[in-house]
């Protein structure tokens, strides 16, 4: 666990709770803490880091250079899009993530938005808080008994949607590019394609990454091809829905409204057009921060960091690294 007498070093990245980083120093490892992830800052400090237990730290070739030393690079959560993934690879250094932290967290949250935007929640508790008491009858809700809901994506945070859905006697369909038909859950219909998905849903709920793939998913054509009336959830990814396409559906109608987690730009610009529509809510990336999400989280990378600097690969890996370490005096010769 040691070299030598010197202890591994580890760097955790903004707020991680303090019991997650007393594990690691209760290894026998030195942690080091910083709130600031500017590029130039992390340059400067991870010349001898051995890990890092990464929140909201985008890990770029400039820094994975700068950081000889580095075995792993433990998530807190499992979006690596942050990461120069290929490089970190390439490097030798391990990915490690937190896919048991968070989704009944994440699922819980979309049903949240599910609920506040069928039952139209947030806008109406507004206006009581306005005295318009009387807005109540101008609007009206929608029920969720005998609707369908599309899951875009069948991971462990789709699967727990598709799971809660059902107590509402919901029908459930789902359309997931990497999963055969035979193993769709019970209780699930899994679609061929997603336009087949989004003129069955009454309401849309997005479950997957960030990728080339998936970026602006959501686009005008897409929502074109959603029901009139429509709702769509989204708290996975900003990445994943074209705003502007959002807006306009939003504005006209077709869409009833929009639940959402994320946005393309984190925060979003004040003057953001959505931000002023009744029939758009927006938490602030927050399904996963609950008490015990969080805990999860933290502990998971801080096993995966402890893994690797034992000797083993992550318990929870997003890569494989193809090449071996190179060691440490290659590594100084090299950087003359």
């Known amino acids: 666990m040691e070299r030598g007498k010197k202890p591994y070093k580890v760097l955790v ?4 709770l303090s019991s997650c980083m007393d594990f690691l120093s209760e290894q026998g ?4 803490h910083t709130n600031d992830i500017s590029e130039e800052h992390i340059c400067s400090i991870v010349s001898d880091v051995d890990a890092i237990l990464s929140r909201e730290l985008k890990t770029t070739r400039r820094i994975l250079d700068a950081a000889p030393k580095l075995k792993i690079i433990a998530r807190f959560g499992v979006g690596t899009d942050m990461i120069d993934m290929s490089y970190a690879t390439e490097r030798g250094v391990w990915v490690g993530v ?7 967290s994440v699922a819980e949250h979309t049903m949240a938005l599910l609920l506040a935007c069928a039952k139209l929640i947030v806008p109406t508790a507004n206006q009581v ?3 318009n008491w009387l807005y109540r009858n101008t609007v009206m809700g929608c029920d969720l008994e005998g609707k369908t809901i599309g899951l875009v994506g069948l991971g462990k ?5 598709a799971k809660m859905v059902r107590g509402f006697d919901m029908r459930v369909v789902a359309y997931d590019v990497y999963l055969p038909a035979s193993e769709a859950p019970d209780g699930v219909v899994l679609l061929p394609t997603l336009k087949a998905l989004l003129e069955q849903s009454d309401f849309v709920s997005l479950h997957c990454p960030a990728t080339a793939e998936t970026e602006g998913l959501i686009d005008r054509t897409a929502i074109a091809q959603m029901k009139p009336g429509a709702i769509l959830v989204n708290s996975s990814r900003g990445a994943l829905v074209d705003e502007q396409a959002l807006y306009e559906a939003l504005v006209s109608g077709h869409l009833r409204a929009a639940g959402l987690d994320v946005s393309q730009t984190e925060p979003p610009i004040p003057d953001n ?11 602030p990336h927050m399904a996963a921060v609950t008490d015990e999400a969080m805990y999860r989280m933290g502990m998971h990378a801080a096993l995966c960091i402890d893994d690797v600097l034992r000797g083993k690969p992550p318990r929870w890996p997003a890569n494989n690294p193809q090449i071996n370490r190179p060691d440490e005096s290659a590594q100084k010769e090299a950087a003359k």
């Open 13 to 16: 990245t903004r707020h991680v």
């Open 29 to 32: 490892y030195e942690v080091i």
């Open 98 to 104: 937190t896919p048991l932290a968070s989704p009944r």
């Open 129 to 131: 808080k306005q005295d």
């Open 157 to 161: 945070i789709g699967r727990l949607v």
């Open 273 to 283: 057009p959505l931000l002023k529509l009744d029939n758009l809510i927006l938490t």
